[in-house]
């Protein structure tokens, strides 16, 4: 079941609702008449043919701490998301709504943990297990979602070094895992005494479980993503001093070349938008769908501004679902959603 919260004000919706109809309307209806929210600023011509015109942002639940990592599990029909303050991974499905599927999800020890303890980014690799980057516990896990069986760290250190905070993550066909390491999760962020890293890295975890850091000169790595055909990396910066997405080139040993930007500070400040980037992703055409400031920023391969999912405040991560056009927005307190026409690779 949903935290509860009496009531909720769903910015420019106009509405005061109880949290628990969110969950409740899943439950019982079967066409669900979600509580919507923001806008979609249209920029480009271009944008029409990803997302309808008359597309809305449905909130699908609320009461969260901080709502992060969503990841669409396709053999189950259901979606995945990290509460990163609460230490929890909850389910939701259209049918029951929000509940609990973990916790802890990031945090196993007895003493207090600061205030993102939990896991963050979450992602399904090729044997079809949990891939969660893990706050408290600073690592990254595998969990199979059938079959049985518990958690197996993929990478905790790097040269006898544990990690700041794994934020985000992605599984490669080939086998490898590549994520960023912020210091986000730390009790005092990078003040922290318990630091043993340095830099604030972008890291693979090879087939073979070997850990190399392949970027290291990002002040704030944040959200990760591939390209559909696996050969670019995409990495997103939460710095608000210095917001960018990089392209790195993925070369055939799993390593990277050299970073391109795709999209910066004078991109957002053309569009009057100011802060950081969060999580990303592409859809099969390479557009590349970026939380960011106020929303999600949609844009094209070559980075060009083309219009911006407007939910109108902190918006962490998304997550293609359903068929593959339905895009999962986790923003805030809230989990939402907007049907789109383009398709997630």
Same mark, same amino acid.
């Given at each position: 079941?949903?935290?509860?919260?009496?009531?909720i004000?769903?910015?420019?919706a106009?509405?005061?609702?109880?949290?628990?109809l969110?969950?409740?309307?899943?439950?019982s209806?079967?066409?669900?008449?979600?509580?919507?929210?923001?806008?979609i600023?249209?920029?480009?011509?271009?944008?029409?043919?990803?997302?309808?015109?008359?597309?809305?942002?449905?909130?699908?639940?609320?009461?969260?701490?901080?709502?992060?990592?969503?990841?669409?599990?396709?053999?189950?029909?259901?979606?995945?998301?990290s509460?990163?303050?609460?230490?929890?991974?909850y389910?939701?499905?259209?049918?029951?709504?929000?509940?609990?599927?973990?916790?802890?999800?990031?945090?196993?020890?007895?003493?207090?943990?600061?205030?993102?303890?939990?896991?963050?980014?979450?992602t399904?690799?090729?044997?079809?297990?949990?891939?969660?980057?893990?706050?408290?516990?600073?690592r990254?896990?595998?969990?199979?979602?059938?079959?049985?069986?518990?958690?197996?760290?993929?990478?905790?250190?790097?040269?006898?070094?544990?990690?700041?905070?794994?934020?985000?993550?992605?599984?490669?066909?080939?086998?490898?895992?590549?994520f960023?390491d912020?210091?986000?999760?730390?009790?005092r962020?990078e003040?922290?005494?318990?630091?043993e890293?340095?830099?604030?890295?972008v890291y693979r975890?090879?087939?073979?479980?070997?850990v190399?850091?392949?970027v290291?000169?990002?002040?704030?790595?944040n959200?990760?993503a591939?390209s559909?055909?696996?050969?670019?990396?995409?990495?997103?910066?939460?710095?608000?001093e210095?917001?960018?997405?990089?392209?790195?080139?993925?070369?055939?040993?799993?390593?990277?070349? !050299?970073?391109?930007?795709?999209? &910066?500070? +004078? $991109? /957002? @400040? !053309?569009?009057?938008?100011?802060? &950081?980037? +969060? $999580? /990303? @992703?592409?859809?099969?055409?390479?557009?590349?769908?970026?939380?960011?400031?106020?929303?999600?920023?949609?844009?094209?391969p070559?980075?060009?501004?083309?219009?911006?999912?407007?939910?109108?405040?902190?918006?962490?991560?998304?997550?293609?679902?359903?068929?593959?056009?339905?895009?999962?927005?986790?923003?805030?307190?809230y989990?939402?959603?907007?049907?789109?026409?383009?398709?997630?690779?």
């Open positions: 079941m949903l935290l509860y919260i009496p009531t004000d769903l910015m420019n106009n509405l005061l609702i109880p949290v628990f969110l969950a409740a309307a899943g439950a209806a079967q066409t669900p008449n979600y509580p919507t929210i923001g806008q600023v249209r920029a480009d011509p271009r944008i029409d043919k990803l997302i309808p015109k008359d597309a809305k942002i449905d909130v699908l639940a609320t009461g969260f701490e901080w709502s992060e990592g969503p990841v669409w599990i396709k053999n189950g029909n259901y979606l995945l998301f509460d990163v303050p609460a230490n929890t991974i389910k939701w499905t259209e049918k029951e709504g929000c509940r609990p599927f973990l916790k802890p999800s990031g945090y196993t020890g007895l003493l207090p943990y600061g205030d993102e303890p939990g896991s963050n980014g979450l399904i690799d090729a044997q079809g297990r949990l891939i969660a980057c893990e706050h408290g516990d600073r990254v896990t595998a969990m199979p979602l059938s079959g049985g069986g518990g958690k197996k760290t993929l990478a905790d250190t790097f040269e006898g070094k544990r990690f700041n905070s794994p934020n985000d993550v992605v599984a490669h066909s080939n086998g490898s895992y590549y960023t912020p210091p986000y999760g730390l009790p962020k003040k922290d005494p318990t630091r890293i340095d830099k604030f890295g975890v090879a087939p073979n479980g070997n190399s850091r392949l290291d000169d990002l002040t704030r790595p959200g990760i591939l559909p055909d696996e050969k670019t990396l995409y990495v997103a910066q939460s710095d608000p210095k917001p960018v997405i990089m392209a790195y080139p993925i070369q055939a040993d799993g390593a990277i070349g !050299k970073g391109t930007m795709i999209f &910066g500070p +004078d $991109g /957002l @400040k !053309k569009q009057g938008l100011q802060g &950081g980037f +969060d $999580g /990303l @992703k592409l859809d099969r055409d390479g557009n590349i769908w970026t939380t960011g400031p106020g929303g999600v920023l949609v844009l094209s070559k980075g060009e501004f083309l219009g911006h999912i407007n939910i109108g405040g902190a918006t962490a991560n998304c997550a293609w679902g359903d068929d593959g056009s339905t895009l999962y927005i986790t923003a805030d307190m989990l939402c959603r907007v049907r789109t026409t383009a398709k997630g690779w």
